[in-house]
């Protein structure tokens, strides 16, 4: 059993962070090392480009156009490194068997898609799913080798949302009472899967590109966590755009306002939605780099 005085830490790592076999084992030396002093929870999103490459596909697909089938290749190659490279060989057979399942029903999909020539947006939430389901299995097969009990969990089982296909809605109580029931029924680590969820009929819905954060804010405040950490490939928020003025620096500290201001200029360091659900429960939100481990990142709180 987790000892009960842990503290309770959210990471969840995004794309980029994820974006290749040695991205997600250094993922998995952050993860490892942050669960020696607390329970954590780690979301994820799609491995980098992936999700755009699903979209991609799709479009071209419903054009009738066979270009689809080099752009599914393309997301297929970028999973075969990081399948190759998994640690224990009882773990990859496994791993290597669900993958299989999921790109033979993508596969499938987009091939039904090109036939009849049309997409629906229900039907590309579908699509999209296969991004997270696979870094999720990824990642807590590289946590497992480290010693961790880590298991891959599908949110389509935790969050519930409307039928907005594409951007869906989350009806937050049903949200949380399944968060709760899930979490105080396992000890083992979960890998959630960001940005994807399920209506009431259990359909596959997405929370609207970027929505990784906002899974991983739920959670945070849902728990509640005691602290939600939104790992990126940037320093933290900056005090002005680096590519306009050379001399920028991540701000150290900032309040949910002053964040969801500079959201709306442009700041797109975590999703503005996201910064709700940390306020409500006064979560503080630390924004941290995982290729920069020597940056401190920027902490969001109410002061
Ligand atoms: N994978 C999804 C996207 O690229 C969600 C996310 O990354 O937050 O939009
Ligand atoms: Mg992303």
């Not at 389509?156 to 907005?164: G, M, Q, W």
Request: proline share 4%; hydrophobic share 40%; net charge negative.
């Amino acid at each position: 059993m987790t000892p009960l005085h842990l503290p309770l830490h959210v990471l969840k790592f995004g794309g980029t962070s994820l974006g290749s076999a040695e991205r997600i084992e250094h993922v998995g030396q952050i993860v490892a090392l942050a669960a020696g002093d607390a329970r954590i929870v780690v979301v994820v999103s799609a491995m980098g480009g992936v999700t755009s490459d699903l979209v991609e596909a799709t479009r071209l697909a419903a054009e009738g156009d066979e270009a689809y089938l080099a752009v599914l290749d393309r997301i297929i190659k970028a999973h075969d490194e990081p399948l190759a490279e998994l640690p224990s060989e009882q773990d990859r057979e496994q791993v290597r068997a669900a993958y299989q399942v999921w790109s033979e029903e993508l596969e499938d999909r987009l091939h039904g898609i090109s036939l009849v020539r049309e997409c629906t947006a229900r039907t590309l939430d579908t699509v999209l799913a296969f991004g997270e389901l696979v870094s999720s299995m990824l990642l807590a097969s590289v946590l497992r080798k480290s010693g961790l009990d880590a298991d891959a969990c599908d949110a389509r089982r935790l969050v519930v949302t409307d039928d907005a296909f594409g951007g869906a809605r989350v009806d937050r109580e049903s949200t949380a009472e399944r968060f709760r029931g899930h979490f105080a029924a396992t000890d083992t680590l979960q890998v959630v899967t960001g940005f994807i969820a399920a209506n009431p009929g259990g359909e596959t819905t997405t929370l609207g590109r970027g929505g990784s954060d906002y899974t991983a804010a739920l959670l945070g405040a849902d728990l509640p966590a005691d602290r939600l950490e939104i790992w990126t490939d940037v320093d933290g928020v900056m005090s002005a755009d680096p590519r306009l003025v050379p001399d920028a620096f991540p701000l150290p500290k900032l309040s949910y306002d002053e964040l969801m201001e500079l959201s709306h200029f442009g700041a797109k360091v975590v999703h503005p939605r996201s910064v709700h659900p940390a306020r409500e429960r006064g979560i503080p939100l630390f924004i941290r780099n995982t290729f920069n481990l020597d940056c401190e990142g920027t902490l969001v709180s109410e002061d």
